[in-house]
């Protein structure tokens, strides 16, 4: 379908992307052996699960042209939600999880429509349900609770963060659950081909038949989903609900998609590049951290490494037409 | 023929034809008022008054800039970090030592640091070519990340002269911030109106192609509304810290958000190329009294950022419709 020397090109680009990770790895192994302890490898991989969780769910978003940065902030409001519904509602843990996760989605389809309808630019939508769910996240556990991170300790949250299976760490399993649907999803199945034919050429897409807003919408409302399926994540991880949980995770995310070699103006990208992005997102900001680099740099480190992947692929892809 | 088209332009910049928002605006800041100096009389207090005519001129100075950066068709939201490094520029250039600097270097240098971080997201949208919300998402936390690093304490600023300057009053009642962004918007109006470059902006964001083939030089005219956005935000980042008379890493932090629902509200197109400076005049004054108006009215804090939000959103949602009934008249 594609022709031949598009996907070899492609295929280098991963390759690409994998020595970087080798080297990113090999050099902060080098700097501090610490790196390398099965401790920080499981911590490192145990963080990573939420990233790459999230950005996966950005993924086909992405591909079909849209975009989400209220993810983080959902997170915030629903895990919220799930500690107020726990402990002040004294709800069952998994109902109390299930109605965040269903709050979360429920915020995804609110965006979606909201962007579909009005034909708005996702991003400045966004940024409005951003602020909003950050309000609502404060105010809610302000009122039930008076704080702003609600304790949300049980033993099967626990068992859940703690455990792990043949030395691999129990959330990892979602991840690799994640990356199998994704990929099968998106390469194996006509709905995937549908999401990069609307990322392609929208009206393409809808000359053909497709219903472009209808998927659009859809893919809002599971990229809701898999902000309640971090938020999830994050209770279990950290034992609390709270305000702040979700405010510094667009970032990374966002970096490690774009990273992933997913453009803005859609119809590229793969959930094995995401996944590469993800690593070396992940392996730069625990190196740092193993490297006791202050928190201020790398938030400083994070957005030179946007703009820097940004760049890169901008002059990549100049040079390309050059041609 | 050319008739036609120059009423045409006329009308696109005119605040009160049929096509502007202006006086809608108007009729909804009127209704504000109403309600807000219902719930709580010290609303239309003329302490009251003056105090949000102090406090919305920041954000007003830095809508104006990033109004040109919009009308182009791109965006700037990297704002409230310049702000923040240009507010530490200025502090710290107080505090080395007893070395006395004078007065119009320092707001020199802060204009300079805004300018800068404003070229340097115009290098990346021009010359690169980076879409611009990415590379402002970028230069957002670059700079978020530096104001942190050089302002983990507070700076303080002892010279009076650089605080009356922020606190003043001229007549007693009239804050000196509101008459440098009277000025500032006085200025941009004229220029955005009245000069090529401004023409030359409203070109762009109207029809790039078409203004590429008119000879418009579409990058380095959007490389100036880059920097003309970062000295604004650098204006803010030097009166924001003279009115406290302190500068940290946090300020100026969530300010991007702000502005931009200035700039929505006031109905200049995200699609670029249509809204004027008048507009935003007036959507400076709604926000700025609305946080005010739900602070007197006893709402909690943690509301206020919900309603700006829900502002932006409904904002957004008009300018999209408009945009479309637009394109339908167009067809």
Known sequence: MQPKTKKSFKLTDTYILLVILVVLFAFFSLANKQFIAYNNISTMLKNMVLTGVLALGLTPLMIARGLDISFGNSISFTSVVMAVLFTVGGLNLWLSLLIGVLVATLIGFINGLLIEKFDLIPIILTLGTMAILQALALVVANTFTQTYSILMLTDQLYYFATRTFLKIPYPLFILIIFVAIFWFVLTKTKVGRTIYLIGANPKVAYLCGVKVTKVKILLYTFMGFVAGIGAVLI????????????????????????????????????????????????????????????????????????????????????????? | MNEIKKNDFLNTINPFNKNSMTPTLLIVYAFMVLIFSLINPLFISLANIK???????????????????????????????????????????????????????????????????GAINGFLVTVVGINSIITT????????????????????????????????YIFKYIPLTLVYFIAILVVMYLVLRFTKFGRNIYQIGANSQAARLAGVSIKRTTFYTF?????????????????????????????????LTICVLAGISLAGGRGTLVGVLVATLILGSIANGLSLSKVPIEWRDAFEGLILIIAIMVDSVRVRRRALLRA
């Open chain 2, 51 to 117: 105090s949000i005519m102090a406090n919305l001129t920041i954000s007003g100075i830095m809508a104006v800039g990033l109004t040109t950066v919009i009308l182009t068709g791109n965006f700037d939201i990297s704002v409230g970090s310049i702000l923040g490094v240009s507010a530490i520029v200025c502090a710290k250039l107080y505090n080395i030592g007893d070395t006395y600097i004078p007065l119009p270097f320092v707001i020199l240098a802060g204009i300079a640091a805004g300018a800068a971080i």
């Open chain 1, 235 to 323: 209770v279990s991880l950290t034992g609390v609900g709270m305000s702040y949980h979700g405010a510094k995770l667009s970032l990374p995310t966002l970096s490690a998609v774009l990273l992933g070699g997913i453009s803005l103006m859609g119809g590229s990208g793969s959930v094995w590049g995401t996944l590469i992005g993800v690593l070396i997102v992940t392996v730069i900001f625990n190196g740092l951290s193993v490297l006791n680099v202050p928190s201020y740099y790398i938030q400083l480190f994070q957005g030179l490494a946007l703009i820097i992947i940004v760049a890169a692929y901008e002059i990549r892809n100049k040079r390309a037409q050059a041609f």
């Open chain 2, 227 to 259: 920097v003309i956005s970062g000295a604004t935000a650098g204006i803010g980042g030097i009166l924001l810290s003279s009115q406290l008379a302190f500068a940290q890493g946090e300020f100026g932090l969530g300010y991007e958000f702000k502005i």
């Open chain 2, 137 to 168: 998402l970028g230069t957002l936390a670059v700079f978020r990340g530096l104001a942190y690093l050089y302002g983990t304490e507070t700076a303080q600023i002892y010279y009076k002269p650089y605080v009356v300057m922020g606190r003043g």
